[in-house]
């Protein structure tokens, strides 16, 4: 092999390599190639990072608003989870791959995937019982309405 040659590092399974901007945009800026999974959705060189130790990995978003009929348009929550890992972390559940649940302006939740799996079962019987509570709210108002 030639010593001038460095061969490209093995890839994971379910990995890829991607490019990520190093610094600002402009002369000084730096592409290096890292193993990025295949679930992240960051376009690393869009959102450059200063240090390669900044470099982290989120999925796709899904978010879920809540509105309320004394706000107009504007919700009163977004709740909101997608999937993330930071290679770089000190801590080993943060470099590991994990669920982040937020809602907009507060802080967010990270769940490793068991504690995700109890959180999913626990607002599926939320989504029930909201389902639930629409259904009542719309005889109790239709009887009110037969009443009237």
């Known amino acids: 092999m030639n010593p001038n040659v460095t061969p490209f590092p093995a890839v994971a399974p379910g990995h890829h390599l991607a490019p ?69 972390s000190k801590d080993e559940q943060m470099r590991a791959a994990h669920v982040i649940v937020g809602d907009a302006g507060s802080v967010d939740a990270y769940l490793t995937p068991d504690m995700a799996d109890e959180t999913a079962a626990g607002l599926e019987r939320l989504a029930a019982k909201l389902r639930e509570n629409a259904r009542t709210a719309r005889l109790h108002n239709q009887h009110a309405e037969v009443a009237a």
């Open 20 to 88: 990520v901007g190093i610094g600002a945009p402009g002369p000084k800026q730096q592409i290096v190639f890292v193993p990025c999974p295949d679930w992240c959705t960051t376009n690393h060189l869009a959102e450059w990072v200063h240090f390669l130790e900044d470099l982290d990995h989120t999925g796709e978003e899904l978010a879920v608003h809540v509105p309320s009929f004394f706000n107009g348009d504007k919700p009163v929550y977004t709740l909101s989870t997608s999937i993330g890992c930071d290679p770089m």
